[in-house]
């Protein structure tokens, strides 16, 4: 069983910056993809960004240019670097990984709030 924690998420006004880390119980070194989702009142879970084990990443439009995903196999940890927040990027933020082992596996993190005020 793999255990995921988020951490880092607060309140920061419009314009701001916050970093997301997850941390890994286990190596992130066999893991396919890494993900963050977010999911604001009402609305369903949408992907926000993902790596993949060869470094590629794929990014939300809403996030293009802003946010930053990126991870450290050293640290089992992948993180999500925001800038230039708007009110509209509050919402509950989930890390998620998925790896291939005879089956594929995927796990969620506990979520960690963001809240942007205008």
């Known amino acids: 069983q793999v255990q995921l924690v988020e951490s880092g998420g607060g309140l920061v006004q419009a314009g701001g910056s916050l970093r997301l880390s997850c941390l890994t119980s286990?190596?992130?070194?066999?893991?396919?993809?890494m993900t963050w989702y977010r999911q604001a009142p009402g609305k369903q879970r949408e992907l926000v960004a993902s790596i993949t084990d060869s470094g590629s990443t794929n990014y939300a439009d809403s996030v293009k240019g802003r946010f930053t995903i990126s991870r450290d196999t050293s640290k089992n940890t992948f993180d999500l670097q925001m800038n230039s927040l708007k009110p509209e990027d509050t919402a509950v933020y989930y890390c998620?990984?998925?790896?291939?082992?005879?089956?594929?596996?995927?796990?969620w993190g506990q979520g960690t709030q963001v809240t942007v005020s205008s």
């Open positions: 998620n990984i998925k790896l291939y082992e005879v089956v594929w596996w995927e796990y």
């Open positions: 286990g190596s992130i070194s066999s893991v396919n993809y």
